[in-house]
Structure formats: C-alpha cells, structure tokens
Nanobody, 124 residues
Framework: QVQLVVSGGGLVQAGDSLRLSCAAS????????MGWFRQAPGKEREFVGA????????WYEDSVKDRFTISRDNAKNMVYLQMNSLKPEDTAVYYC?????????????????WGQGTQVTVSS
C-alpha cells in the first residue's frame, strides 16, 4: 500500500524560499507520476507540477514554472518541491499525490494516493 508523507511547510516572507519533501513508501514507483497540488481556503485544489519517477520528466503550472522546481531521489523514494521567490498568492496547503502514468496530469481526481498536506504561508 502506497503511503506519502509530506513535510517542510511553514511561514515565510515574500521572496523567501522553501522546500517541501514527499516521502513515498509501499512499493517501487517505476511507472508512477508524482504530482504536487495546492489548495487555498475557498478555492479548488490546483495543480502545481509533476514529475515522473522514471526519467525525471517534469511539468509545471504556468504561474510557478519559473520559480518552482520539482526533483526526485529514486534511491530514497523522495520527491521535492523547491519553491523560490514565494508570493503571498502561493499561500495554501500543499499536497503530493501519486498515480500510475497517464495523461491530464493537472486533474487531481486522477491521482490515487495523497499525502496529508502541509501549510505554506507567505506573508507580504
């Protein structure tokens, strides 16, 4: 059974950086996609980006692609979300989620397993 544990959130100021980690366990992830999503109060869950465990291909939502970087460490079953130049509008609960391959990576409904989420608050 796949489990995901998210860590690394916190309170930062605008312009700061923060790195989130997602620890995956339960099986090997050769065909999987790991996605990062966020949800602000009163808003729908939003795609941030994703990475393939095999090959390390990445995809990003337009508003973060020049500021956020997703990486993975296959040996440790870890995925990271490096967030630079944070803005108050980045404030949200951030989640990692896992699925096996497929398309339409932005659709949170297509992810099977979710981490517990971590709060990121960016003050102005």
């Amino acid at each position: 059974q796949v489990q995901l544990v998210v860590s690394g959130g916190g309170l930062v100021q605008a312009g700061d950086s923060l790195r989130l980690s997602c620890a995956a366990s339960g099986r090997t992830f050769n065909r999987d996609i790991m996605g990062w999503f966020r949800q602000a109060p009163g808003k729908e869950r939003e795609f941030v980006g994703a990475i393939s465990w095999s090959g390390g291909f990445t995809w990003y939502e337009d508003s973060v692609k020049d500021r956020f970087t997703i990486s993975r460490d296959n040996a440790k079953n870890m995925v990271y979300l490096q967030m630079n130049s944070l803005k108050p509008e980045d404030t949200a609960v951030y989640y990692c989620a896992n699925r096996i391959g497929g398309t339409n990576l932005q659709a949170y409904q297509l992810y099977d397993v979710w981490g517990q989420g971590t709060q990121v608050t960016v003050s102005s």
